[in-house]
């Protein structure tokens, strides 16, 4: 039977094979076609991101540190915030070195080491350790003061004190004063440490034994009512739980030992308790008998259960108090 012809659409003869398209070139949209497209919403943001780049370039250009001679030029003392921030202290809270009785000898060791550091001398970390109120970061702070009294302003020492608990950021302060003409005390005051506390490791990481160690222009002074640094429940309980006692207390009693000097403050006796207060009373002006002195003094202290610097120094003020005196150097 023969076949029917196929019908071709619309009546237009018989159908023929659909030819596959040829491969056609993808056209890239240009810049105007772009632009073209790009909805008014579009723009707007575009403007946007201009600007707020633009800003932010600015303040990053007004956020540059100065020059670090020009920086720090601004004071003698600092305070170290773990951010990276050096605030400096305008005005820094301190006795006058002669004001500091009872502790002669050690004075005179803190001193001449600090001096020989000042000089490009080598010069050992201090630790300050023992009785409370004895005067430890009085010493640390008149010590500097009387350093930079007799040196040029392009020569003298920068003191900057860390706080106990941002101690894990010493080593980026180091990096920030490795490379300064300057040379630094860094100091840090009740420096101990209790519990499962394991950042005392930066701190024997950058007294002695990191790679990059201790930078030749900083040295550090800390102070302390304990002379290795860590309560003695935390060294027995080390002993009692370590599978090798004698290797973990040495671990963390090697802190101390890394400090070259120990410089031992004990308690005062009453005639250096009696010094400390004359003393005070003479340099700021307080007026008073010496009988009277000398009984309201040992009064205060019995009261307080101590004698110390501290001590004397809290009875002049109730004194000077009481007498109407302000406490400004004569």
């Known amino acids: 039977m023969p076949q029917k012809p196929s019908k071709s659409p619309a009546g237009k003869g018989p159908r023929t094979p659909a030819r596959k398209p040829g ?29 707020l780049e633009t800003i932010a370039a600015h303040l990053a250009a007004q956020g540059k540190p100065a020059d670090e001679r020009e920086s720090f030029k601004q004071a003698d003392a600092y305070v170290w915030h773990p951010d990276g ?8 809270s301190r006795v006058e070195l002669f004001l500091l009785k009872g502790v002669d000898r050690v004075r005179d060791i803190l001193i001449e080491n600090t001096e020989r550091f000042a000089n490009g001398l080598p010069a050992n970390n201090a630790l300050l350790w023992g009785a409370r109120g004895m005067g ?3 010493l640390v702070k008149a010590a500097h003061a009387s350093i930079n009294a007799e040196r040029k302003p392009a020569n003298k020492l920068k003191l900057i ?14 990096e920030q004063l490795r490379a300064s ?20 490791k930066s701190l024997k990481a ?3 034994g990191g790679i990059e160690g201790r930078p030749e222009n900083v040295i550090l002074y800390a ?3 304990r002379r290795h640094l860590l309560a003695r429940e935390m060294i027995e309980n080390e002993r009692s739980t370590a599978i090798n006692p004698g290797e973990a207390v040495e671990e963390k009693v090697s802190l101390s030992d890394r400090f070259g000097l120990w410089l031992g403050f004990h308690r005062c006796s009453q005639e250096e308790y009696l010094a400390m207060v004359r003393g005070y009373c003479g340099h700021f002006g307080v007026k008073v008998g010496d009988d009277a002195l000398e009984r309201e003094a040992l009064e205060w202290s019995t009261t307080r259960g101590s004698r110390s ?8 003020q109730e004194l000077a108090g009481r007498l109407g005196v302000k406490l400004a150097a004569t």
């Open 206 to 208: 950058v007294l002695e």
């Open 136 to 138: 430890k970061s009085s």
């Open 223 to 225: 102070t302390s009512n």
């Open 181 to 200: 003409s300057f040379r630094f005390i860094v100091f840090c005051d009740d420096l101990s440490f209790d519990g499962n506390d394991a950042s005392y």
């Open 161 to 174: 004190e860390i706080h106990r608990e941002d101690i894990e950021s010493l080593p980026a302060l180091m």
């Open 309 to 316: 610097g501290r001590v004397a120094w809290q009875f002049v």
């Open 23 to 51: 491969r056609v070139a993808a056209k890239r949209p240009t810049a105007a076609s772009k632009a073209a497209a790009k909805t008014p919403l579009d723009l707007s943001q575009e403007r946007i991101v201009r600007a």
């Open 85 to 92: 921030r050096l605030a400096g202290v305008p005005r820094v």
